[in-house]
């Protein structure tokens, strides 16, 4: 429950840092056990799991039973299958973190911080990944380590909040051979964070990564319930509120206006009436604005869209969100999970986008992550290397109603700017809507279910971090030692067994 703690909500960090404490600990005297030690590591991490994301995820039954149409006993089965998939994770690090310490002694869990990046990059990359609540998130409003980010990217950051785990377990576990390793290791740990800390509060005192051309930009919530968001009665109203609030906003000088994920109750390009009602205003208010929006293509292809509109009317660009929310916008492997075919019937069948297309302003790009793309670390990096200098999240999170996940979803989003050294601007229909700085420093941030614009003051910038040159290099790494520890007493079942049949 630590590990759950430590999240938003209720964000409290400094339990982060001894979040895997006990079942490092736990671990550690299991594989100290006489042998045979059976299931008994699995089944250490996967209880460790369940709780974990039992406090974090649990939510998910809320969002299928009420806009999925599903029953609550069907919802909460649902939920209940995602955490204990998200449970095997933890599981995984403890049989090889035990394989570690069966072979190589208790100075071995000092390698527990690489482990668990191993599995928090397989979670974020296996079956489209689901990189949500990793455990550098913890400290995402935690100024100083979060830095590390942007030279290694959230996973990095989810290696150093692991170190005094792996230290505290290297301090509780008695030392057969009496090695003064485990004490060493123990030292370095527990110093490795505070170390960092310091580079990192001295890299945000500098705050050399605030130089580039200004824009002032305002973020339009227009707190639309979810139940109005397609019901035709609410279209010129809903339409109407954000025109408003737009025109409010370019009366202030604004330069940029973003509205939230799919904030037009229309199909733009294919309602007339509404799309041009939206051009003559943008044409009256001379600002250009960032807005999603469903796009159809055909009668089984349309896509979860954002369109850039310059002060004329016109369409500068426009991106199709790639990485789809499974069975909430897609089914994944659908030939054989097509029992699941009524669940996204709740919600929306998308197609992908194939394409990771930047949006002009002017003479500058910005990069879109629609929803649950804020997420995925690679996308936001990728943007960056393609040259986007502002990063936009444009997201609808009424789904998820007052529960922790709007939070959950704005700190993760927020670590994007720190990795890639650019602002993040964030517009989110219900909220939270915000403007985040480079070092992930919170400049404007709205609340839950409020209407409004919200405006602050942005920068386009150049360059890069060292996470955006090298991406998850570490990280995938420690993914292949991980999984090498999680094969090697198989390996050797096998050899031992094919000795015996050779004798």
């Known amino acids: 429950m630590l590990f759950a703690l430590s999240m938003p909500r209720p964000a409290l960090a400094p339990l982060g840092w001894v979040a895997l404490a006990p079942l490092c600990v736990a671990v550690a005297r299991c594989a100290n056990r006489p042998a045979p030690r059976g299931p008994r590591p699995f089944l250490l991490g996967l209880v460790t799991g369940l709780a974990a994301f039992a406090g974090t995820v649990a939510w998910t039954s809320d969002v299928l039973a009420i806009f999925g149409g599903l029953n609550a006993a069907l919802a909460w089965g649902l939920a209940g299958l995602l955490i204990a998939y998200l449970a095997v994770y933890p599981a995984l690090f403890s049989m090889a973190l035990t394989t570690a310490v069966v072979r190589a002694g ?172 939206m051009r003559a205003a943008m044409q009256q208010a001379r600002v250009s604005v960032v807005f999603g929006s469903d796009e159809v293509v055909g009668p089984k292809e349309f896509y979860n869209a954002a369109f850039v509109m310059d002060g004329t009317g016109e369409i500068r660009g426009s991106y199709r969100k790639m990485q789809l929310v499974p069975f909430g916008e897609y089914i994944p492997v659908r030939w054989l999970l097509f029992f699941a075919q009524p669940l996204v019937e709740g919600f929306s069948d998308f197609s992908a986008g194939q394409q990771l297309t930047l949006l002009p302003v002017g003479v500058h790009r910005l990069s879109v992550a629609v929803c649950y793309e804020a997420v995925f670390p690679w996308l936001s990096r990728r943007a960056v290397r393609q040259g986007s200098q502002l990063l936009a999240t444009i997201t609808n999170d009424a789904w998820y109603g007052t529960s922790a996940a709007p939070y959950q979803h704005f700190q993760q989003a927020r670590v994007r700017a720190v990795e890639t050294g650019r602002y993040l601007v964030r517009a989110a229909n219900t909220g939270i809507s915000a403007v985040v700085d480079p070092y992930g420093r919170v400049q404007v941030q709205s609340p839950l279910f409020e209407t409004g614009t919200w405006t602050g003051d942005v920068r386009w910038l150049d360059g890069s971090t060292w996470y955006v040159r090298t991406g998850d290099a570490g990280a995938w790494a420690c993914m292949l030692v991980t999984g090498m520890l999680i094969l090697l007493p198989l390996w050797e079942r096998v050899g031992r067994r094919g000795s015996t049949v050779n004798h």
């Not at 025109?243 to 370019?250: E, I, K, Q, V, W």
């Open 106 to 277: 208790v100075p071995a869990l000092a390698i527990a911080p690489m482990l668990w990046v191993g599995t928090e990059w397989l979670r974020g990359t296996l079956f489209t990944g689901f990189p949500w609540v990793l455990l550098g998130y913890s400290q995402s409003d935690t100024e100083a380590p979060l830095q590390v980010a942007s030279l290694a990217g959230i996973y990095g950051l989810s290696g150093l909040v692991a170190c005094p785990s792996a230290a505290i377990a290297l301090l509780m576990t008695p030392d057969p051979r009496r090695s003064r390793t485990r004490l060493w290791a123990a030292t370095l740990l527990m110093a490795l964070p505070i170390a960092v800390s310091a580079w990192g509060a001295w890299r945000v005192a500098r705050e050399a990564l605030l130089q580039g051309p200004a824009v002032r930009v305002a973020l339009v919530q227009g707190n639309v319930p979810q139940g109005q968001k397609w019901d035709p009665a609410y279209r010129d109203e809903i339409l109407a509120r954000y025109l408003a609030l737009t025109r409010d906003a370019a009366r202030q000088g604004v330069d940029l206006v973003i509205w939230p994920e799919s904030s037009t109750p229309f199909v733009f390009g294919r309602d007339g009436i509404q799309t041009e009602v």
